[in-house]
């Protein structure tokens, strides 16, 4: 065996112990780390600064399909399925309007800002996109008995939500 060869073999050699101990050392490091709980759909969602005309856009698309004239089964209508009740604890305008782009759209941005801030009391802190989702779908009392969590609400509203912001961040481009 030549003098280059046995130096580039020894030089190798120690390389490879190095890089054998970083693994063995730097895998020991990883496993004494405790596992944290990562909410996927907040660790991977995009910085963005999200407006209330977003958020009533992705519901209309999904609601409504974009339309003004829907009436749901439950007896929601309009572009943004809102319920009676709901249309009633924001305005004094007849139900009938919520065919009305103009009024529901008033009405909507109205019920929209009333989410937000409930939420941001209730939880001590400034509502997530699909918190706000959640509430708008499932409604505030189903939400604050879920303790604030999508994952501890139904499924349709899971969907809901997961259906809404991919709307909502495909029409941002995100």
Request: hydrophobic residues 35%.
């Given at each position: 065996?030549?003098?280059?060869?046995?130096?580039?073999?020894?030089?190798?050699a120690i390389i490879g112990l190095g890089v054998g101990?970083?693994?063995?050392?730097?895998?020991?490091?990883?496993?004494?780390?405790?596992?944290?709980?990562?909410?996927?759909?907040?660790?991977?969602?995009?910085?963005?600064?999200?407006?209330?005309?977003?958020?009533?856009?992705?519901?209309?698309?999904?609601?409504?399909?974009?339309?003004?004239?829907?009436?749901?089964?439950?007896?929601?209508?309009?572009?943004?399925?809102?319920?009676?009740?709901?249309?009633?604890?924001?305005?004094?305008?007849?139900?009938?309007?919520?065919?009305?782009?103009?009024?529901?759209?008033?009405?909507?941005?109205?019920?929209?800002?009333?989410?937000?801030?409930?939420?941001?009391?209730?939880?001590?802190?400034?509502?997530?996109?699909?918190?706000?989702?959640?509430?708008y779908n499932g409604g505030i009392g189903a939400y604050?008995?879920?303790?604030?969590?999508?994952?501890?609400?139904?499924?349709?509203?899971q969907t809901y939500v997961e259906y809404v912001t991919?709307?909502?961040?495909?029409?941002?481009?995100?």
């Amino acid at each position: 065996m030549n003098q280059s060869f046995r130096q580039v073999a020894f030089f190798g050699a120690i390389i490879g112990l190095g890089v054998g101990a970083f693994l063995v050392f730097g895998l020991k490091k990883v496993e004494e780390q405790p596992r944290q709980e990562v909410d996927l759909v907040s660790a991977y969602t995009p910085p963005a600064v999200i407006k209330v005309d977003d958020i009533l856009r992705g519901i209309s698309v999904y609601e409504s399909s974009d339309t003004d004239h829907k009436v749901g089964a439950a007896g929601e209508r309009g572009r943004y399925q809102m319920m009676e009740g709901t249309w009633y604890d924001r305005t004094d305008t007849p139900f009938s309007e919520a065919v009305n782009p103009q009024v529901s759209y008033q009405v909507a941005t109205d019920h929209i800002d009333w989410i937000y801030n409930t939420l941001q009391r209730d939880m001590g802190r400034a509502p997530l996109l699909d918190d706000i989702l959640a509430t708008y779908n499932g409604g505030i009392g189903a939400y604050r008995n879920a303790g604030f969590d999508v994952r501890r609400m139904t499924k349709s509203t899971q969907t809901y939500v997961e259906y809404v912001t991919n709307i909502i961040y495909d029409d941002m481009n995100l």
